[in-house]
């Protein structure tokens, strides 16, 4: 049976996650959704949203602030969500710097998505009506 494969994140994207509604910590490169353990947590909700959408390998090896057993790193063994894409090609490029200025068009000049709207950096998409868009095969075979 082959494994699932699990989509990479942005820092900002796993930052975003910072509520009891949706949280997501990191362990280095691995990405955690820890939504369902907040209100489960022996210390309480309060400890783990202090941490949420950031790093937490520090606070876990942190014996002052309080010892975990080996069942919080089962949790999060089975709470893996993704990986977090190294800082250095969150624009594509290995030195860090995009050339262009974020926001993808389409060949008719026309913005991709809603005008106000945020695009995706990977998928240059903003919502799920970008994906019904019709495709310029001339055009896409020149690329």
Avoid at 25 to 45: A, S
Avoid at 46 to 59: K, M, N, W
């Amino acid at each position: 049976m082959p494994g699932r494969t699990l989509p990479t994140f942005t820092r900002a994207e796993v930052e975003a996650h910072n509520s009891g509604d949706s949280c997501y910590v990191t362990i280095g490169n691995k990405v955690y959704d820890i939504t369902d353990f907040v209100e489960d947590h022996p210390g309480g909700p309060e400890y783990i949203l202090e941490y949420a959408g950031r790093d937490i390998e520090e606070i876990l090896k942190d014996s002052d602030s309080h010892t975990h057993s080996d069942s919080a790193y089962e949790i999060l063994d089975e709470s893996i969500v993704g990986f977090l894409v190294p800082d250095k090609a969150v624009n594509g490029h290995a030195n860090g710097k995009a050339n262009g200025n974020g926001n993808a068009k389409l060949p008719n000049g026309e913005a991709n998505g809603d005008a106000n709207g945020s695009v995706h950096p990977r998928t240059g998409m903003s919502c799920a009506e970008d994906l019904s868009k019709d495709t310029d095969y001339n055009l896409d075979y020149k690329k």
